[in-house]
């Protein structure tokens, strides 16, 4: 008599079908994961999450801006126009992400006129327009965003583990100074002790010297512009995907190397080290730019890159007020 389990047997016994069993689960894995992305992502649907997700990014653009060594004269027109709009669809409510996006957007854009009203002559008129928007919003909320002196205690190595990861920023203004490899190898050499499935430890990190090879990586990455070709070095993290055996860890890559990256990015400001995660949100047509670009294996998957230096004297940093709210008790 066949029982459900007499057949799964017998199909496992066929030569080859225990690997078309398994692509058939990667594709339905991967149809799961873009209808919950397609569903619930901002890319589509326009919500009040979506609005302070648009928000919170372009208020962080400006942020960045500011925090670059020499920031162009009234540079984002386009951001703030964007940002102006994106601000004035935010709904009149206290929700945190909405009190948070709006603070942060208000911070930022206070800074940028506080900055350019000093540094530069008249404003441009699109500019006295975004202004003359922003103040509707006066009194709503606190500012939160906006860019800071780089703290001493991000300098220095700290005891306590609060202080310590609450002092890491990220920097985008670096010295001349070029950080020692045995530096970066010894960060990297902790960044192994990072949780891995099973220990699998598939994590990876190339070291590549400022100069024509860091250019090489970051031209085809989108959010280095200004500071990137300044680092001392360009780390690029992988993950070898063929340490993962099964359908189900078709995203463990992913967390595997972000958890390597994240111990990396501590081990580095341990040692004094700025640092700043430059994301590899690419295109097929980026990744595949890249992997020609250094020659670099299929079997790996891009994490991201991270540009590696001693802060500048006068860095600056992005304030980016954080979201406390992200944790809860119960599974309620």
Partial sequence: ????????????????ARSARDEVEIVRGYVADWRRYRRFSGRAEVDDYSVCARVVMDSHRIEKGLALPTPRNWFGRDVLERLSAAVGELPNN???????????????????????????????????????KFALFLGLDEREGGIKPLSS?????????????????????????????????????????????????????????????????????????GFGSD????????????????????????????????????????????????????????????????NLPDHELVIMMIAVGYPADDARVTVSPLRTDRHKVGIS
């Fill in 153 to 225: 205690s991000a300098r220095q190595t700290a005891i306590d583990f609060s202080e310590f990861v609450s002092s890491r920023e990220s920097v985008r203004s670096f010295s001349d100074q070029v950080v020692p490899l045995s530096e970066i190898e010894a960060a990297a050499t902790l960044a192994s002790t990072s949780p891995s499935v099973c220990n699998r430890q598939g994590a990876l990190c190339r070291i590549v010297p400022r100069g024509p090879e860091a250019d090489r990586m970051l031209k085809h990455q989108n959010g280095n512009k």
């Fill in 1 to 16: 008599m066949l029982t459900k389990k007499s057949v799964k047997k017998r199909i496992a016994e066929i030569p080859g």
């Fill in 231 to 294: 680092a001392s070095h360009v780390l690029l993290i992988t993950h070898d995907l063929r340490t993962m055996l099964t359908p189900g860890e078709r995203n463990q890559a992913y967390v595997d190397g972000g958890l390597y990256a994240m111990t990396l990015l501590y081990a580095l400001h341990a040692r004094g080290i700025g640092a700043c995660c430059l994301n590899w949100s690419a295109t097929k047509a980026q990744d595949f730019g890249l992997r020609r670009e250094i």
């Fill in 94 to 132: 206290a929700d945190s992400h909405v009190v948070h996006a709006r603070s942060m957007a208000l911070g930022a854009v206070d800074d940028y006129f506080g900055y350019f009203d000093a540094v530069s002559g008249p404003a441009p008129e699109w500019a006295e327009e975004v202004r003359k």
